[in-house]
């Protein structure tokens, strides 16, 4: 959940959604702790885009959204920093 800088440890809650968390649980994990590979501004972002590669939500949803078209279309609109990191996180609480 928090990218390369960290590695996934039982003794952090945050650090992996599991399979008994809750849909708030899940929800709330994705909004806080879900690295980002969005700009530090909206500005910056609409801009500049996401750095997908290092992106967790997206990196997640290319194993969980089943639709490929989705997934192309969420990747190019991400990129351009037409679509913000609330609204892909939001994306994948959706499909997860």
Do not use: C
């Amino acid at each position: 959940m928090q990218g390369m800088k960290s590695k996934m440890s039982s003794s952090n809650e945050n650090s992996a959604i599991i399979l008994t968390d809750t849909e708030a649980m899940v929800k709330k994990k994705i909004n806080k702790y879900a690295m980002s590979g969005g700009q530090q501004t909206v500005e910056e972002h609409r801009k500049l885009g996401a750095n997908l590669a290092i992106d967790i939500p997206y990196q997640w949803l290319r194993f969980f959204l089943e639709d490929d078209e989705k997934l192309e279309d969420i990747r190019v609109k991400y990129s351009k920093g037409e679509l913000l990191t609330g609204e892909v996180k939001n994306i994948l609480i959706e499909v997860l």
